[in-house]
């Protein structure tokens, strides 16, 4: 399975990729330096070099043709403005979104955030992001042609990954280290009966497969 991720060099993305790679699937980083690149290569990826906020959906579809499946993992990362928030975390995403659906390519995964929402109020850079995330989902799930799931990870913490998450419509709110947000990805990846899904996800006491395959049969 050959498998786009935008934000390529991030933290998730880089998870997610020695996975897909180990697994035997042919991952594709999206990154916005040639620097990123040798990450990339070291975990199994083959590096993508463009720039989301300025490039077209014609370009970007490109990178995009003949991928089995697209995962939106890119953000503006911390200390970033709410400019950048707008720009990268929705514009970014629905330019990713119209580049899946023009190069053809349906599984559409997205990497949100708990407490994302377009309406959510509030003046702070944080605020800013949860509306532009909230923005992303909106307008990805409102596409006919791809079969997304969103996933909503809580506060995302470094500790080693211990595989038992709890992955819900709603979960409450909860830490979730981000090798197990990479695992719950590479799952939904492999479950195709996920599409359709908004999914919360924290630690918990399910094996991730078992939690995948939970949703997917609700």
Do not use: C
């Not at 199994?44 to 300025?54: C, I, T």
């Not at 605020?127 to 995302?156: E, Q, S």
């Amino acid at each position: 399975m050959r498998v786009v991720i935008a934000g390529g060099h991030g933290q998730i993305a880089l998870r997610l990729e020695r996975l897909l790679a180990a697994a035997g699937h042919e991952p594709v980083g999206v990154i916005r330096r040639p620097e990123q690149g040798a990450a990339l290569r070291e975990a199994g990826a083959e590096p993508a070099l463009m720039d989301l906020e300025s490039a077209s959906v014609e370009e970007v579809a490109g990178i995009l043709q003949g991928a089995d499946a697209a995962v939106f993992a890119a953000g503006a990362g911390a200390g970033s403005g709410a400019d950048r928030k707008d720009t990268v975390d929705r514009a970014a995403a629905v330019l990713f979104a119209d580049a899946a659906e023009r190069a053809g390519v349906r599984r559409f995964l997205v990497v949100s955030s708990m407490g994302a929402d377009a309406a959510h109020e509030g003046d702070a850079v944080f605020d800013a992001y949860l509306r532009a995330k909230g923005a992303a989902d909106d307008a990805v799930r409102a596409r006919t042609g791809l079969d997304w799931t969103v996933l909503r990870p809580g506060m995302l913490t470094d500790d080693a990954g211990t595989g038992l998450v709890r992955l819900e419509a709603r979960t409450g709110r909860g830490p979730v280290p981000r090798d197990d947000v990479a695992a719950v990805l590479a799952e939904l990846l492999e479950t195709p009966a996920t599409a359709g899904l908004t999914l919360e996800l924290i630690s918990g006491s399910v094996p991730v497969t078992v939690a995948v395959k939970d949703v997917a049969g609700n």
